[in-house]
Structures are given as C-alpha cells and as structure tokens.
C-alpha cells in the first residue's frame, strides 16, 4: 500500500489534518471540513495494521489538532516579554503531546475490532472515553472536546441536555467518520440520518421554547477591558479601580444586581474594609455586587481565587472560593522539581476551595458559581444537594488576547448552560461578557476587547434536564456497554 512505503508523508499529512481540525471549532465553526477530516483519521485506522502504527497514525492527528487549536497560549507567555518567547515552542509541543495522547491511546485497542462498521462503533465509543479521562487526568483539562464544534449550531446543541458533550462526541464521530466507507453508501446515509435526528429534536425544542424571566432581577455585567499588562501594576490600580466603578453606577436606576469579573479589584476583598465600602459606589440603595477577587485565608498565609457577593453596605453575603486551579496559573504542579513558575506574577499559589456549591441569599435566586475555566467541566458545575436557579462565571481571559481562546472558552460556557437546563451569565474583563439562556441562546454579549456593561433580565432556569440529572453516567456508560457488546460479538 502507498501509505505503508511512505510513512513519513502519511505522518505529516495526519499532523496537517489535524491542525485543521481546529477549523471546526470557535471561532471559525467551519464544520463542512468534519466529515473529510474525521473520515480520513478513521480510515487511516481502519485498516490492518499493528497497535503502534494505529496509535502513531491517531497521535499526529492528535498533536496538530492540540498544538494549533490551542495555539493562544504563546499570548499568555509573550505577556512576560520577548525574553519568554522561548517557552513558545515547548509549549504548543507540550499541548500537542498531550492532546496526541488521547487521540493515540484509543486507536491502539482497535487492533481488537474487525475491520468495517464495528470498528467505526468501537472507535467512537473509545475515543468518547478517553475524552472523559482527559477530563479528570492530572487536575483535567477537557479543552476542545470534539462535541465542541456544534456549540454554534443550537439545534444539533439541544442534545447535550440529553447526553451532554461526550454524548456529542460519541455522535460526531460515529456519524461524520462514515464517508471513510467510500463508494458504500449505506453507512453514509445512515450517518446522516442520525444527524438529522438530532436537528430534528433540537429544532422542536426550541420552537417549543419560552423567553421567560424571573420578576424583579435587572442585572448589569461590566466588563472593563483592562489589558493584562496592567492588570496587576500598583500604578494603573486606581484607576482600573475608578473605571470599574464608573461603568456600574452610569444609569443603574433599576439594576438590582451588578457582577464584576474575575480578580476585579487589586485588594483583599475580605481584608479591606475601607475599600470594600468604596465598592458599593458602584451599586443603588438596595443592590447587590457580585465580583470576583483575591480571599485571605483565616491563617493569612494562603489566598484564594473566589467570587464574592456584597449588599449595599458593603458586607459579605457569601463567598466562593475556585476549587479547579490552573496548572502554572494558578499553582505550580510538583513545584521543587520542575524549574518553572506561574505566568500569574503573584508571589504564592493560590489554595483551592471545597468544590462546586450553591449560594444562597435572601431575595435572589439560588447562584451557582463559577470561576474561570471551572466552567470548562461538564457535569461538575452544579451542587447535587442544592441545584441553582442560574450560574455565574466570572473570569478573565485577558491572558489569550484578540485570539481564539476567549471565544472557545465562551462557547464551552455556552455548553454548560444547555446541559443543565439553566441561564448561565459570564462576566469577562476583556471579554467575552455573555448571557445564556437555558437553551444556550445569546440573550447579550460584550465583544471581545472592547469597554462597557451589558443590563439584561435573568432567564428563568428549566426543570433538571435529564444530563443534569444522571451527567457523564449516560455518554460514557452507553459507550462501556457498546464495547463490552463489540468485544463479545467481535469474530
């Protein structure tokens, strides 16, 4: 076979391949490229080769997909300045290693599956698991999941209420994978019809759907715009601190509730009471402020990321401390044997909260908060015990630039707000500000990098959808049994 004597040109064109993979997601959601690029990737597995040549084959596919998709961080570390440009290359090779692993560990167990139609099953229910593994895998980092690419595409998306994104993983591989049996027509219509399936539910949905609200909240996001740069200088604190204000108190006659993002102010929210009082400049007699900021431990040693909610006064309500911390971000995984530091010019690793709960206040609905990219994690953006009536995430995406960064990490907010059945509102320095309904329908939106607030209504949640009520268990036990069944039946 060609491919066999010309390994070499195979391996590249996988890498190209899947560099252009990222194509289909935010912000160019250019999904007519996913059947010829996914097609091509299972074709290449879909022949008799040994396990290390199917894993060679799905790993570069793997690693142009991750070294480019992810392409924004060398923003994040040109922030330090031109003598951190060679940290650049490492970096996109280190997310495309890592990214080439989960597409590669999977294609080695196909070996197992006879060639044709059950080997298209087998590999869309394994890759569907390793997806979930790269999810929880040191601390996770479930970036650009491939059920991503139809955040843009609101019918297809309804299903995820149902199975969530890996269901949508499942299904974008076993159907946009078909063409690969080419002249066959059978698979392929039989994709396509799933397909349609799908839009087909999604567009009774939401023709079916209300535009309701909750009586009596008005909210207004801010979204200051302050470069990164600044960020953090002592200098360009008071004023950032000036701005912020000024942008929630302009014509707030009727805003009940003003949310700031993340890391908002440059003091120690729960420390400085002075400050703290000048915050509420920003709100109306009988208003609440919702902002992100740094937390003092009760041993003064430690700082947590966490979201805050204060009333007019300036006193405490609630606070919520970030439980998903960013490796080099935030902390600095096995520090003492790696010899790197935080992009975060901070002096300490920040601690990490207890994990995903609802906020309770009287006269508001119950709050899910979120900060960051804890927002990135299905299935674990809700308190079992306590479901909220909306979720807030508060975040800073400063880092990623004018880049695709900031519009992959709204379009997986996008995600969460679908699967849960709840109005998610996300509040971004640079931008991406956004408001979801519980149909992942934009109700406002703040372009990146630009300055000003965006009021709108609260959307009323919908009853626990049924992902919200079983999660990953649905995606990935239906993909558990489709292997045990393939592993069975497989002579």
Known sequence: MFWEQHRKTL??????????LSLCFAPYYQIWLL???????????????????????????????????TG????????????SIWLVPPAWMGMG???????????????????????????????????????????????????????????????????????????????LSTPAFWPHKRPIITGLFGLFILWLFGSVRLYTATADVVWGIQLRIVQPNIPQTLKWDPDEAEV???????????????????????????????????DRLLLMQAVRQGATLILGGLRAAEDQKTVANSLFVLNDLGQIQ??????????????????????????????????????VQTIQIPGTPDIGPLVCYEVIFSGQV????????????????????????????????????????????RAANTGISAVFDAYGRTVGELALGTEGVLDTSLPVALPPTLYAQFGIWIPIGISVLILIFLSIKRK
């Open 11 to 20: 391996y590249i064109t996988l890498i190209l391949a899947g560099a252009g």
């Open 35 to 69: 059947p010829i690029l996914l097609s091509f990737l299972f074709w290449c597995l879909n022949q008799s080769v040994r396990k290390r040549s199917l894993f060679a084959r799905s790993f570069c596919f793997g690693f142009g997909f991750g070294a480019v998709s």
């Open 72 to 83: 924004w961080i060398a923003h994040a570390i040109l922030l330090e300045g031109p003598s």
């Open 97 to 175: 290693f890592f990214f080439g692993l989960f597409f590669g560990l999977p294609a080695i167990f196909l070996s197992y599956f006879p060639i044709g139609t059950k080997r298209l099953w087998a590999w869309a229910a394994l890759f569907t698991v390793f997806e979930w593994i790269r999810s929880w895998f040191l601390t996770g980092f479930p970036w650009n999941l491939m059920g991503s690419v139809w955040e843009n595409t609101l019918p297809v998306l309804q299903s995820a209420s149902v199975f969530g994104i890996y269901g949508l993983t499942f299904i974008t591989i076993l159907t």
């Open 240 to 274: 950032s601190f000036a701005k912020i204000r000024r942008l929630s108190r302009e014509n707030n006659d009727k805003i009940t509730h003003v949310i700031w993002p993340e890391s908002s102010v440059h003091f120690l929210v729960n420390k400085k009471t002075d």
């Open 318 to 355: 609630a606070s919520y401390d970030k439980s998903h911390l960013v490796p080099f971000g935030e902390y600095v995984p096995f520090r003492g044997i790696l010899p790197l530091d935080k992009l975060v010019p901070l002096p300490f690793d920040f601690m990490s909260g207890p994990g």
């Open 382 to 425: 809700t308190d079992s015990k306590r479901r909220p009536a909306w979720l807030i995430n508060v975040t800073n995406d400063g880092w990623y630039g004018i880049s695709a960064g900031p519009y992959q990490h709204l379009g997986m907010a996008k995600m969460r707000a679908v699967e849960e059945g709840l109005p998610l509102i």
